[in-house]
């Protein structure tokens, strides 16, 4: 008999006389609407981005108030105007790389892990007018945010391309002196309507 055998064996005779474990059905949990945006706002801050709550009709003033005077692009049908800002028709990189900040909506939100995907619809413009600029303001609906990553893969369109924000733009280097903005914006500003 090998030590295994023996060990089961000593188990099965320890739980002879215990009744069999009755599987009781739990429902999932579903967290309300105000539990999911309060864990979004909560876990977009960890990430050390900045996260500004309004109303419907305040959205244009937050967001002016967001960009603080810098020079700014913004997608062709963003929704909302955006006095002095650049619409993109194509900027090149070089014209991105001296504009100072974007304005985009989000396509979705995502509370557990504080994640903002973008799918670059007409409202959130092409990939580069999120990576380039060093500021990005980031308007996402109440309504947007979902409970976790496999709630928001199928409300996405795998066909399309799809930038997943967590947070402002950061890497560490071998030392893990952690160094922002190398590869996207230094800045991160979401604006949560509703």
Do not use: K
Not at 1 to 16: F, P, T, Y
Not at 21 to 47: C, I, K, Q, S, W
Not at 121 to 128: C, F, I, N
Not at 132 to 157: E, F, G, M, N, R
């Amino acid at each position: 008999m090998s030590a295994r055998d023996e060990i089961l064996g000593r188990v099965r005779a320890a739980l002879a006389d215990v009744a069999p474990a009755v599987d009781v059905p739990t429902a999932p949990r579903v967290p309300n609407r105000g539990d999911l945006v309060a864990l979004f706002v909560e876990r977009v801050e960890d990430y050390r981005a900045t996260v500004t709550r309004c109303a419907p009709g305040d959205l244009a003033d937050v967001v002016v108030a967001a960009l603080d005077g810098a020079t700014t692009v913004v997608p062709p049908r963003l929704g909302i105007a955006v006095p002095g800002a650049v619409v993109d028709d194509g900027l090149s990189a070089a014209e991105l790389d001296r504009i100072d900040a974007v304005v985009t909506r989000a396509r979705v939100g995502i509370a557990e892990t504080g994640t903002i995907v973008l799918d670059h619809e007409p409202d959130q413009g092409r990939r580069a007018i999120s990576l380039v600029p060093d500021l990005h303001v980031c308007i996402v609906d109440a309504s947007q945010v979902v409970a976790d990553v496999p709630d928001a893969i199928a409300l996405l369109d795998p066909a399309r391309p799809l930038t997943w924000i967590s947070g402002p733009s950061a890497t560490s280097d071998i030392e893990l002196d952690r160094v922002e903005g190398v590869h996207g914006p230094r800045t991160l500003h979401v604006v949560l309507v509703g």
